[in-house]
């Protein structure tokens, strides 16, 4: 179909149609209690089955596509913590309220 076909020649991942155009779907900005579960899932499993990520994105109002890039890019900057960004500060470990997550 062609937001398949426009994916795929322009590498573009989360692209949708509206009136005959592609659009990218915008930036994802995640609240401090977003950042939460998401840190609390992921010091669960820093990879999670399809079913969580589809669950998590539900709560969050998102797709699976921003959730799975959210886990993948905190697994490249703990891989290199070097390049911290200010994501990495908001939540310490120590912080998290693991009863924000229903398992």
Same mark, same amino acid.
Request: aromatic share 8%; proline share 3%; with cysteine.
């Given at each position: ?15 949708? $149609?509206?009136?005959?155009?592609? !659009?990218?779907?915008?930036? @994802? ?5 977003? *950042? +939460? #579960? ?8 820093? $990879?999670?089955?399809?079913?969580? !990520?589809?669950?998590?994105? @539900? ?5 699976? *596509? +921003? #959730? ?36």
């Amino acid at each position: 179909d062609g937001i398949r076909d426009a994916q795929e020649s322009r590498g573009l991942g989360d692209v949708y $149609k509206r009136q005959g155009q592609f !659009y990218l779907r915008p930036r @994802k900005t995640y609240t401090e209690k977003d *950042t +939460q #579960i998401l840190e609390c899932y992921y010091k669960i499993s820093p $990879k999670l089955s399809l079913d969580d !990520y589809k669950e998590i994105s @539900k709560m969050l109002n998102c797709t699976v *596509t +921003q #959730i799975k890039n959210w886990f993948s890019n905190k697994r490249k900057r703990e891989k290199h913590p070097k390049s911290s960004t200010k994501e990495d500060s908001l939540v310490k470990q120590e912080d998290l309220d693991l009863s924000l997550i229903h398992i």
